[in-house]
């Protein structure tokens, strides 16, 4: 059975910062790409970052970028979304997706508040 098991989300003011974890089981962890998606109330769930499984190519959205880190530990079978200068539009909750080829896995979310 896969689980996908986010955790280090809370409450921030803005300007600082969050490490988001993802602890995947019952995969091959390496095999597969991993993302952070997000979504904010009233609004589609986005894409914020990619590192894929093969190299640790990464992407990030242009909202994000020079703030976010991505990053992976596939010893631990763990995936990172280190966040930095948080602003209140960064206020969501976050999710991580293991994909490969057509199978993808997703976590149950956590949530991020960015307010003072």
């Known amino acids: 059975q896969v689980q996908l098991v986010e955790s280090g989300g809370g409450l921030v003011q803005p300007g600082g910062s969050l490490r988001l974890s993802c602890a995947a089981s019952?995969?091959?962890?390496?095999?597969?790409?991993m993302s952070w998606y997000r979504q904010a109330p009233g609004k589609e769930r986005e894409l914020v970052a990619t590192v894929i499984s093969a190299g640790g190519t990464t992407t990030y959205t242009d909202s994000v970028k020079g703030r976010f880190t991505i990053s992976r530990d596939n010893a631990k079978k763990t995936v990172y979304l280190q966040m930095n200068s948080l602003k209140p539009e960064d206020t969501a909750v976050y999710y991580c997706k293991a994909a490969f080829f057509r199978t993808a896995y997703w976590g149950q979310g956590t949530q991020v508040t960015v307010s003072s």
């Open positions: 019952g995969l091959t962890f390496s095999n597969y790409d």
